[in-house]
């Protein structure tokens, strides 16, 4: 599967972006998928992971309660919304697909990546 990573930008303090991820390829449906991010000198860390079948959806600590993870298997998308940014939230974020479909935490479960999408929010 290949997966295409887009709606970065620049943004203030407080205000919001959306995030979409579309996937090429067949069984979309089947695979979990996960938001990473990347800040400039730091390890990637996991945004926010979601099952195949988005009966359950997961989240980093330093996002909860201001971003959304969601899925359209009918498109071949998932999205984040992502409100009340801080400045440190930017950073680059990927998208990611784990083909056993649980949406895991951690980085290994994640065998395909888009190319990632820089978000920047100014203070």
């Known amino acids: 599967v290949q997966l295409q990573a887009s709606g970065g930008g620049l943004v203030q303090t407080g205000g919001s972006l959306r995030l979409s991820c579309a996937a090429s390829g067949p069984n979309f449906s089947s695979y979990g998928m996960a938001w990473f991010r990347q800040a400039p000198g730091k390890e990637r860390e996991l945004v926010s992971a979601i099952r195949r079948s988005a009966e359950r959806t997961l989240y980093g600590d330093p996002v909860t309660g201001r971003f959304t993870m969601s899925r359209d298997n009918a498109k071949n998308t998932v999205y984040l919304q992502m409100n009340s940014l801080k400045p440190e939230d930017t950073a680059v974020y990927y998208c990611?697909?784990?083909?056993?479909?649980?949406?895991?935490?951690?980085?290994?479960?994640?065998?395909?990546w888009g190319q990632g999408t820089l978000v920047t929010v100014s203070s």
């Open positions: 990611a697909a784990d083909p056993r479909g649980y949406g895991r935490t951690w980085r290994s479960s994640y065998e395909f």
